[in-house]
C-alpha cells in the first residue's frame, strides 16, 4: 500500500501563491507516474496537473495552465504544485495520486490511478 501525504494547503487572498508537496513516506516515487486532482464542494473532482515518472513530462488543465507548474524531486522523494495568482474559484481540496506505470507515460485520468492522499484544503479569499 503506497501512503500519500499532502502539505502546504491554507487561505491565502486572490492574487497570493502557495506551494503543495505529496510526499510517499518509505515509497521511491520515483516508481509513479502522478498528478494533482481537486474537488470544490459540490463539484466533481478535476484533474489539474500530471507528471511522468522521469518528470520529463508535464500536463495541465487549461483553468490552471500558465498559473501553476508541477514538478518532482525524485531523489528527495517529493512531488509539489506550484500555484501562483491563486484566484477563488482554485478553492478546493487538492489531493495527489499515484499509479505505477511505465517511466515515459502521463497519466491524466482519475480512473488510472491507484493510490491518493486524503488532501489537503486551499482557500482563496476575494
Known amino acids: 500500500q503506497v501512503q500519500l501525504e499532502e502539505t502546504g494547503g491554507g487561505l491565502v487572498q486572490a492574487g497570493d501563491s502557495l506551494r503543495l508537496s505529496c510526499a510517499t513516506p518509505?515509497?521511491?516515487?520515483?516508481?509513479?507516474?502522478m498528478a494533482w486532482f481537486r474537488q470544490a464542494p459540490g463539484k466533481e473532482r478535476e484533474f489539474i496537473a500530471a507528471?511522468?515518472?522521469?518528470?520529463?513530462?508535464?500536463d495541465y488543465a487549461d483553468s490552471v495552465r500558465g498559473r501553476f507548474t508541477i514538478s518532482r524531486d525524485n531523489d528527495i522523494g517529493t512531488m509539489s504544485l506550484q500555484m501562483n495568482n491563486l484566484q477563488p474559484e482554485d478553492t478546493a481540496v487538492y489531493h495527489c495520486?499515484?499509479?505505477?506505470?511505465?517511466?515515459?507515460?502521463?497519466?491524466?485520468?482519475?480512473?488510472?490511478?491507484?493510490?491518493w492522499g486524503q488532501g489537503t484544503q486551499v482557500t482563496v479569499s476575494s
Open positions: 495520486a499515484a499509479v505505477s506505470t511505465g517511466r515515459f507515460k502521463l497519466v491524466t485520468g482519475a480512473d488510472e490511478f491507484d493510490y
Open positions: 518509505g515509497r521511491i516515487i520515483r516508481d509513479y507516474a
Open positions: 507528471i511522468t515518472r522521469t518528470g520529463g513530462t508535464t
